[in-house]
């Protein structure tokens, strides 16, 4: 079976799914390798990394009614909602909460997301009562986050919807579900700062502000002093601006949007499939093996924890062939779990409106459920009425303690809560859980980069003892040396005594009809 899909993603197939970089013989080595399924799988994953610092809001039930079900929506600005719903509240009822609380107009992109008692993620399903689906409660915890990631951000109409893509994005580059090259990197951290910052000015903004920011699990010194740098070139752009080309960078990474899943082969082998708006690709390690597309898709079913699909490809004079794939998982629930949400990505991709009626025998989906996609399609999503205007807020990024109050952490405790407590005021008035918003393995990502003893103790005064003025401070610029970067590092350092301190943009939009 599995040589068959070799054979079959020729060239043509490959080169419908590579970036524009990739089609001009870029080549990227082997930073942007990609790696094991297992890391990127979305059926197992840990609570969704939050980059912005939240706050809790309580949203009471209707009428004064004592019987009620409370639900706890973590959003992704890092905001807490407490939901207070009848007890046979059904799904629709919170997530119709849920963007009423947020003003969201663009809907069909989102969805809330729960974990079971096994640690796999499901989405919510809106016909079905809320208690019935979620075990683990009351109160009843999930997520809202992008569902169906936009196959062109550009036709997302309203900048509060891009916003919320950006700050999904930013979500899953931090927990290293969508990989990228360290230059792409450095890019999209700088497109993030000129959002959130506005301009850099070299006089006031330094490597060190940076560093109060968490962009990447690998961040490093030298990293972010590549970020300041290319922060400098985007003068001029406005958050939106900022954000959308943002997107337009994201959506040509390998792994965008892409839903993955851990599945197992007649061989006994592992592999992995990947939902996409395109069709569903298949991994053997870190080897892209096949893609199905959806036109190509004949059947898709489910019999306890067998997923079978029927593919027609075209053999070699040129007639169609119809080939049969079996694929196997741990169980029954998370066969129909694959199965649903590959039901959702056809019908929202693919189709311009979803089907209603009952399944015929020679349905795209058929056997096992009668499961069938309830809401809006992609093409509906992107050709219908909008409203003129809308304001909303950005909600600033969590900040941490800089490189230099680290430094003077391990020196003096005192000042170091002083510093940290001037630069981030708010910090206590967020419940801890959304304090961290970088994996427990990347905390101490500073400890491998130690400071020279001489200059920790006098950080911001060059040899002769005369502090820097002005024009020392427009003349000096980092050079491309390592050792002379590190240096002009910890000269900007000294200079800062804490970062700029957060700032919030209101925005009018004008969308098109």
């Not at 094991?36 to 004064?64: C, D, K, W």
């Not at 600005?77 to 939901?83: E, I, L, P, Q, R």
């Not at 309203?158 to 916003?163: L, S």
């Not at 920011?213 to 010194?221: L, V, Y």
Request: charged content about 25%; hydrophobic content about 30%; overall charge positive.
């Amino acid at each position: 079976m599995m040589r068959f899909l070799r054979r079959t993603f020729g060239r043509q197939s490959m080169r419908r799914y590579q970036s524009p970089d990739e089609r001009d013989g870029k080549s990227t080595g082997g930073v942007g390798t990609l790696p094991h399924p297992h890391l990127h799988q979305q059926q197992l994953h840990h609570v969704p990394t939050v980059v912005t610092g939240g706050a809790v809001v309580h949203i009471p039930a209707a009428g004064n009614s004592k019987s009620v079900l409370t639900c706890r929506v973590l959003l992704l600005d890092g905001t807490d909602v407490s939901v207070d719903l009848p007890k046979n509240a059904e799904g629709q009822d919170l997530f119709e909460q849920i963007l009423f609380h947020l003003d969201l107009v663009e809907v069909d992109y989102f969805g809330l997301q729960y974990m079971d008692a096994e640690q796999v993620s499901h989405w919510l399903d809106y016909t079905k009562p809320i208690k019935k689906q979620i075990k683990n409660g009351p109160p009843y915890t999930l997520h809202f986050r992008i569902k169906f990631y936009s196959s062109e951000p550009n036709n997302l109409h309203e900048e509060f919807t891009r916003y919320l893509f950006v700050l999904q994005l930013r979500q899953d580059i931090l927990s290293s579900k969508l990989k990228c090259l360290y230059d792409v990197s450095v890019e999209l951290a700088a497109y993030c700062l000129q959002a959130e910052l506005g301009d850099c000015d070299p006089q006031e903004h330094s490597p060190e502000l940076v560093s109060e920011f968490r962009f990447s699990p690998n961040q490093t010194e030298a990293m972010e002093l590549d970020i300041f740098q290319k922060w400098r070139e985007f003068r001029g752009k406005s958050p939106a601006q900022a954000e959308l080309s943002f997107l337009n960078k994201c959506k040509w990474l390998e792994m965008y949007g892409v839903d993955m899943h851990v599945v197992k082969g007649r061989d006994g082998c592992d592999y992995a499939l990947g939902l996409t708006p395109t069709g569903i690709l298949v991994f053997e390690g870190p080897n892209k093996i096949g893609l199905f597309f959806w036109p190509k898709i004949t059947r898709l079913d489910f019999r306890k924890s067998k997923l079978t699909l029927a593919v027609v490809e075209d053999d070699e004079q040129g007639h169609e062939q119809e080939h049969t794939f079996v694929f196997r998982l741990d169980n029954a629930k998370s066969c129909k779990h694959l199965w649903k949400c590959a039901v959702e990505h056809h019908a929202f991709f693919r189709l311009r409106q979803p089907t209603h009626g009952r399944a015929g025998k020679n349905d795209f989906v058929r056997l096992g459920s009668r499961f069938r996609f309830s809401g809006r399609t992609e093409y509906q999503a992107t050709h219908g009425r909008l409203r003129r205007t809308s304001t909303f807020e950005r909600r600033p990024s969590k900040r941490y303690p800089s490189r230099r109050q680290s430094t003077v952490k391990a020196s003096n405790p005192a000042k170091a809560a002083h510093l940290s407590a001037q630069n981030n005021p708010d910090a206590n008035i967020y419940p801890a859980q959304y304090k961290q918003n970088i994996p427990s393995a990347h905390e101490h990502w500073h400890a491998g980069h130690p400071v020279h003893p001489a200059q920790q103790l006098h950080p911001a005064h060059p040899v002769g003892g005369r502090k820097p003025t002005p024009d020392d401070r427009k003349a000096r610029k980092p050079s491309n040396s390592r050792d002379e970067k590190y240096r002009y590092v910890q000269e900007q350092n000294g200079k800062n005594s804490g970062g700029a301190p957060s700032m919030m943009y209101q925005d009018n939009l004008m969308t098109t009809l």
